[in-house]
């Protein structure tokens, strides 16, 4: 299963009306990314025509796409659950009915069980790329619920956007990289602002950077997910440039040890034990990043929606920049620019908020070797207004830490280094206990004030 791109239509055209006599079965092709998809019917012929030809024509292995595996049971122990209350967990208010009027996202996907009460009156296109029974729609709904969902309890982040629903993953959630790039186009081309990607596969194939390309140009916002394996490497196409990368983080704001991680990774969003909607009015608790693209997806176009003064690259930057600092401080490979806040979006202009906030402790694990092993324990300013005279309390094993912090500028994170005796390890792991106090004011959100986690060190 090949494909083969051209420099120019007449080029594509000259091989198409020679494929045959030149060993070539054509099964597809795309005008608009001048690529044919192919198999070799006589490796002879085949061989003959790549040796003379002098267009600089090079097949590529079309790269086989699915959606990302369900986390392992063993990658959600200790991790803790959104279920319904994910919008909440991210500031999302209750009255957004309107978010996302007038933009159109795109889910290509499984497919989209239109009959769903939690989708009623959700406006929704379909276009089968694939063809054929067996249909499993279950993925498609519910990443279609996060994003524009507006009943059984379940509210997406923009419930007025108009869904395209574009099938190019089988009933076993298989697909390949041409039908995905054929569905990028079509999205494109039917006006899509918003291409939501809760897919991928290992291989980054020219004819998929292509349809990035043709989305970039075309002025859509391709948001994808990066993986489920836990290891070091992002999916395509969600590690290629102008493709939003989304990883999961759980509802203690850890980044999820399901999640891929690396180069290409640009924000998170929640992920684990998310309620969604499924096929056959079911309902479900949905894990992985998939559920994390569609969050994203969603607040994207409710953003779109709401300011249509702003361009496409603006609004994602607004994502960027009000999202939560992670774990480990600053742009990291993990959760990228951060985690997806949209109320911190949807505050940014509404003075003199404090919110003063515990975002996590973080270990090197380069510096995890045994004996004492150093961490950070950061906090951030999500409010709008500078903070003074914030007191932040830390314990661990009977030691009680305290320090004070000035002159906190809005979305400012700061940090103090302690460190942890890995000798004195008891195979129970230690308790860290943080509190943080405003001092003369009034916190809008005292939740994230406290954090108490349980780390395992090395002997």
């Not at 897919?199 to 980054?204: A, D, F, H, I, R």
């Not at 992002?234 to 990883?247: D, R």
């Not at 600053?330 to 003075?351: A, H, K, Q, S, W």
């Amino acid at each position: 299963d090949l494909t083969l791109g051209f420099a120019t239509t007449k080029d594509m055209q000259a091989f198409l009306k020679e494929a045959k006599a030149n060993g070539f079965i054509v099964r597809d092709r795309s005008a608009e990314l001048k690529t044919v998809r192919l198999r070799v019917s006589d490796l002879g012929k085949a061989s003959q025509y790549f040796d003379k030809t002098d267009n600089g024509e090079e097949p590529h292995y079309n790269y086989r796409v699915r959606a990302p595996e369900l986390p392992r049971a063993e990658f959600l122990e200790g991790e803790k659950g959104f279920g319904s209350s994910a919008d909440d967990w991210m500031g999302t208010p209750q009255d957004r009915q309107d978010w996302g009027r007038g933009v159109k996202v795109a889910i290509l996907d499984s497919g989209i069980d239109q009959t769903h009460s939690n989708l009623n009156g959700v406006s929704i296109d379909e276009i089968d790329l694939i063809g054929g029974g067996g249909s499993s729609k279950g993925h498609g709904t519910a990443i279609a619920s996060i994003i524009a969902g507006n009943d059984s309890g379940i509210s997406g982040i923009a419930p007025s956007a108009s869904l395209l629903s574009i099938r190019v993953l089988d009933g076993e959630g298989q697909g390949d990289s041409f039908t995905v790039a054929k569905g990028i186009v079509e999205a494109v081309d039917r006006g899509a602002k918003i291409i939501n990607l809760s897919l991928g596969g290992s291989g980054g194939s020219a004819v998929l950077k292509n349809a990035v390309e043709y989305a970039h140009e075309q002025g859509s916002v391709i948001v994808a997910a990066v993986g489920n394996e836990g290891e070091n490497g992002v999916s395509y196409p969600a590690k290629f440039e102008n493709v939003i990368g989304v990883t999961s983080v759980d509802a203690n704001g850890r980044q999820s040890s399901f999640a891929n991680y690396g180069e290409g990774v640009d924000i998170a969003a929640p992920g684990v034990g998310v309620y969604a909607a499924w096929e056959d009015e079911s309902l479900v608790s949905f894990s992985g990043t998939s559920s994390s693209t569609a969050f994203v997806s969603g607040a994207l176009a409710s953003e779109i929606s709401r300011n249509p003064h702003l361009s496409n690259e603006e609004v994602v930057d607004l994502l960027y920049q009000y999202s939560n600092e992670s774990e480990k401080p600053g742009f990291d490979e993990f959760t990228g620019n951060g985690i997806l806040n949209v109320g911190r979006i949807e505050n940014r202009n509404v003075p003199n908020l404090h919110d003063g906030a515990i975002v996590g402790y973080y270990f090197d694990p380069e510096e995890m070797k045994g004996g004492t092993t150093p961490f950070l324990v950061s906090i951030q300013n999500q409010g709008t207004a500078w903070l003074n005279n914030v007191s932040l309390e830390v314990k661990y094993r009977g030691v009680v830490k305290n320090y004070i912090f000035n002159n906190l500028n809005p979305g400012e994170t700061r940090s103090e280094k302690l460190f942890l005796d890995g000798s004195e390890n008891s195979g129970k792991g230690v308790r860290i206990s943080s509190q943080l106090r405003l001092g003369g004011q009034s916190d809008i959100n005292p939740d994230n004030n406290a954090r108490v986690s349980t780390i395992s060190l090395p002997n």
